[in-house]
Nanobody, 113 residues
Framework: QVQLVESGGGLVQAGGSLRLSCAAS????????IGWYRQAPGKQREFVGR???????DYAGSVKGRFAISRDNAKKTVYLQMNSLKPEDTAVYYCNLLGTSSWGQGTQVTVSS
């Protein structure tokens, strides 16, 4: 059974950085694609970015140039490096096994102004 566990959230000031992790188990990690999504209070969950099995990435326009996704297949972990954070980045961040209904439990990111 696939399990995804996010970590690394917290409170940071605007302009700061955080790195989120998504650790996977129960699956052959090297062949999977992982997406990052976020959901702010009162809003729908939105796409942040994704990384394919080969390492290619793409991002939502709102985070492009500030966020970077990477993966470590040996650790079965995908990372979301978030730089130049803005208050509007405040949300619960989730990782998803793309194309499936497997989601992590989420990790809260709060950016203060």
């Amino acid at each position: 059974q696939v399990q995804l566990v996010e970590s690394g959230g917290g409170l940071v000031q605007a302009g700061g950085s955080l790195r989120l992790s998504c650790a996977a188990s129960g699956i052959t990690f090297s062949i999977i694609a992982i997406g990052w999504y976020r959901q702010a209070p009162g809003k729908q969950r939105e796409f942040v970015g994704r990384i394919q099995s080969g390492g290619s990435t793409d991002y939502a326009g709102s985070v492009k140039g500030r966020f970077a996704i990477s993966r470590d297949n040996a650790k079965k972990t995908v990372y979301l490096q978030m730089n130049s954070l803005k208050p509007e980045d405040t949300a619960v961040y989730y990782c998803n096994l793309l194309g499936t209904s497997s989601w992590g439990q989420g990790t809260q990111v709060t950016v203060s102004s």
